[in-house]
T-cell receptor, first 115, second 115 residues
Framework: AQSVTQLGSHVSVSEGALVLLRCNYSSSVPPYLFWYVQYPNQGLQLLLKYTSAATLVKGINGFEAEFKKSETSFHLTKPSAHMSDAAEYFCAVSGSGAGSYQLTFGKGTKLSVIP | SQTIHQWPATLVQPVGSPLSLECTVEGTSNPNLYWYRQAAGRGLQLLFYSVGIGQISSEVPQNLSASRPQDRQFILSSKKLLLSDSGFYLC??????????????FGPGTRLTVT
């Protein structure tokens, strides 16, 4: 069965500082991995996805993530935080076979940006 | 382009009353459809998913039910609401994994408060 673990339920960074949100996955098959962002009282928006084409994936709003098979990680980064990045971020992994219709989500990391 | 709608946006209902939340998708055919719930301080919980008209898979036994009367319409219902049904309900869609789609796209959500 697939699972994801997001390290840190809350992360605070200063405006202009590096953003690093951690995600580790467990999967018995080559995974498809995703990062989503959720602003207050809104639905989830897809930031980026890894589908085995390239290990460094660029997404919207200046975010990127690197797939590291040896570390079973898919951490999300952004070089310089903006106030508008304050939101909750979810890492997700797809299932396989009959379960490939489903995504397994991490518990989320709330990002605060300090002016 | 594809669009997903949910209504109502907010709902306040007394305990024991019925519930009907609706989700519709535009711009795609035969989507997979999903209902999730986010309770306060908790992550995403998959409630139901559907791969076709009349095909519903339940992930969590509870007093909720789902129906898919049309290809792009997904309805979440309850005959008698419980206090524990309060939360943020999200509908999502995806294309078939056989079409290369694993990511899900989310609607704006419905905030349900049971009083």
């Amino acid at each position: 069965a697939q699972s994801v673990t997001q390290l840190g339920s809350h992360v605070s960074v200063s405006e202009g500082a590096l953003v690093l949100l951690r995600c580790n996955y467990s999967s018995s098959v080559p995974p498809y991995l995703f990062w989503y962002v959720q602003y207050p009282n809104q639905g989830l928006q897809l930031l980026l996805k890894y589908t085995s084409a390239a290990t460094l994936v660029k997404g919207i709003n200046g975010f990127e993530a690197e797939f590291k098979k040896s570390e079973t990680s898919f951490h999300l980064t952004k070089p310089s935080a903006h106030m508008s990045d304050a939101a909750e971020y979810f890492c997700a992994v797809s299932g396989s076979g009959a379960g490939s219709y489903q995504l397994t989500f991490g518990k989320g990391t709330k990002l605060s940006v300090i002016p | 382009s594809q669009t997903i709608h949910q209504w109502p946006a907010t709902l306040v209902q007394p305990v024991g009353s019925p519930l009907s939340l609706e989700c519709t998708v535009e711009g795609t055919s035969n989507p997979n459809l999903y209902w999730y719930r986010q309770a306060a301080g908790r992550g995403l919980q998959l409630l139901f998913y559907s791969v076709g008209i009349g095909q519903i898979s339940s992930e969590v036994p509870q007093n909720l039910s789902a129906s898919r009367p049309q290809d792009r319409q997904f309805i979440l219902s309850s005959k008698k609401l419980l206090l524990s049904d309060s939360g943020f309900y999200l509908c999502a869609w995806s294309v078939s994994p056989r079409q290369g789609g694993y990511e899900q796209y989310f609607g704006p959500g419905t905030r349900l408060t049971v009083t």
